[in-house]
């Protein structure tokens, strides 16, 4: 055997499991598709990021018409949380159980919260996460307080925070996930700076799967991170059953690798797509597909972005610090969940440039842009079966994705919207995001315990295939209305548990053979 364990994507969820499993002393290889994120000033640059797309990946896929379209991916290590805006949240407990929506029923999982309660604490302390607790109606039972001390509202923001309450809402200082020292700012590596989201952090200030896992897991002798290397196939055993060699592409051409465990975290949608792309005569429909599950139940919220303008100018420089989760679970007509609204990074005119009319000016964009507080709006879409990911017959990615549980998504913007309107904001301006922005996608792979529904049991392991793991947000059977980033770190760990908790004989019982 080439390695003990081999982790394929160094995003959330494998950047953690390296992490986590690093000092067991096993051989670790960490397989990356695409390279570091070169720490320049560009990564500051809104032109650059908004505009021009430098860092997002060269690669389109065709939308169920087989249109093409741009995902906004980012193959990097670290993978999507280099451009993620760090607000970091635990999934309800009530998210864990079935849960009606006005369009069907979000699924429980076969885990309660309280049996990943643990791992939302580890998860929290590794991420070094600001937060505040006993202020969010909505907020779960937490065995452990924040590691850190919510990072407070600039004054603009604290108004708007002051005047919500007097309505009777319970605004909320957002989770989040960056290094700064809230007593003795001077000593931060975060300087609250306009660029954390969705921007790269130049400083290493914003934890990500990078700067959280990856770094401080390379630095185990037996440990090994293999970047820009892209794994185009699995190959299995005979019979099946197990995945024999790894094949990945190279600026040398193919070669493969072997390993006794074997860990898919390349993201929702390109985990399905290697397992099916890894089809043979053994699994004819793709790895782990006996039952026809790989790739269904897509996932990606309902997100939309929401401009307020106000006379007032808005010179917040960092204004990600508040949320609203009042109408999580109910609305005041609705008895059934809306979701979450919290604000965003402040939209400068490169950024608003992309969600507006091609007609408009920069001038206006500009005058927007000083005079807006910016809101990003998320509520929950459900898993549905045709919502799938395929593969053509050429092999490219096919995204069949139709939208679901939109009517609690319009009425929770039409209620932020009153809200704002009692505080002097006149114009408002929202976008919801398309196919086009496929951020938040999960649940390709969901796990469970029924075969027949599930890809993967309750310890991410695949039904089909004994020595296959997969990681990412892929395992998730409903989603909530929170960022999933928190949850798959905190599976990852709990996953990493579950493979130390199994007996060198069991797991590795062939490493001494190879």
Not at 5 to 20: D, E, H, K, R, V
Request: aromatic content about 8%.
């Amino acid at each position: 055997m080439d390695y003990d364990i081999i982790i394929i994507g160094a995003g959330a969820g494998g950047g953690t499991l390296a992490y986590a499993l690093a000092n067991t002393g096993k051989r670790i290889l960490l397989i990356e598709r695409g390279g570091y994120l070169p720490r320049e000033k560009e990564n500051w640059d809104a032109d650059e990021i908004f505009l021009q797309g430098r860092y997002q990946a060269p690669e389109q896929w065709l939308d169920a018409q087989s249109r093409p379209f741009d995902p906004q991916a980012y193959y990097l290590v670290g993978g999507n949380t280099k451009f993620y805006g760090a607000a970091l949240q635990r999934m309800r407990a009530e998210d864990f159980e079935d849960l009606h929506h006005v369009d069907g029923v979000s699924p429980g999982w076969p885990l309660t919260y309280d049996e990943f309660e643990t791992y939302y604490t580890q998860a929290e302390s590794l991420f070094k996460i600001h937060g505040q607790q006993g202020e969010d109606p909505t907020e779960p039972p937490m065995s452990a307080d924040y590691p850190f001390p919510a990072l407070p509202h600039e004054p603009r923001i604290q108004a708007v925070s002051n005047r919500l309450a007097a309505q009777g809402l319970n605004p909320v200082h957002l989770t989040l996930a960056v290094d700064r020292n809230v007593e003795q700012p001077h000593q931060s590596a975060c300087i609250r700076c306009d660029t954390c989201d969705p921007y790269p952090c130049l400083l290493n200030a914003k934890l990500d799967a990078q700067t959280a896992c990856v770094d401080p897991a390379v630095q185990h002798d037996n440990v090994t991170l293999l970047a820009n290397t892209q794994v185009t196939r699995l190959l299995t055993t005979a019979d099946g059953r197990h995945i024999d060699r790894v094949e990945i592409a190279t600026d040398r051409g193919l070669s493969t690798l072997s390993a006794q465990v074997v860990v898919v975290a390349c993201g929702a949608i390109n985990s399905a797509a290697l397992l099916l792309k890894s089809a043979n005569a053994q699994h004819p429909h793709g790895l782990a597909n006996r039952h026809d599950q790989v790739g269904r139940n897509l996932m990606k919220h309902n997100h939309s972005a929401l401009i307020a303008i106000a006379p007032a100018v808005n010179s917040t420089v960092f204004p990600k610090t508040l949320g609203i989760h009042d109408y999580y679970f109910n609305g005041p007509s609705q008895d059934y969940p809306l979701g979450q609204i919290h604000l965003t990074g402040k939209a400068k005119w490169q950024r608003l440039k992309q969600m507006a009319p091609t007609d408009m000016t920069q001038a206006w964009l500009e005058y927007l842009s000083k005079h807006s507080v910016d809101w990003w709006v998320t509520t929950e879409d459900l898993p549905r079966a045709d919502n799938r990911v395929e593969l053509t017959h050429d092999g490219k990615i096919q995204v069949h994705f139709t939208p679901n549980n939109l009517k609690p998504h319009m009425e929770l913007i039409s209620l932020l919207e009153q809200h704002l309107k009692e505080l002097d904001f006149y114009l408002f301006w929202h976008q919801r995001m398309d196919l086009s922005v496929f951020w938040h996608q999960v649940g390709t792979c969901r796990f469970g315990t029924d075969p027949q529904t599930s890809v993967l049991d309750v310890n991410c392991r695949t039904h089909d295939v004994e020595n296959l793991y997969v990681v990412d947000a892929s395992f998730l059977p409903s989603m909530g209305a929170m960022n999933p980033t928190l949850t798959i770190v905190a599976n990852a760990l709990r996953v990493a548990g579950q493979l130390k908790a199994v007996s060198e004989k069991q797991l590795f019982s062939a490493v001494d053979k190879c």
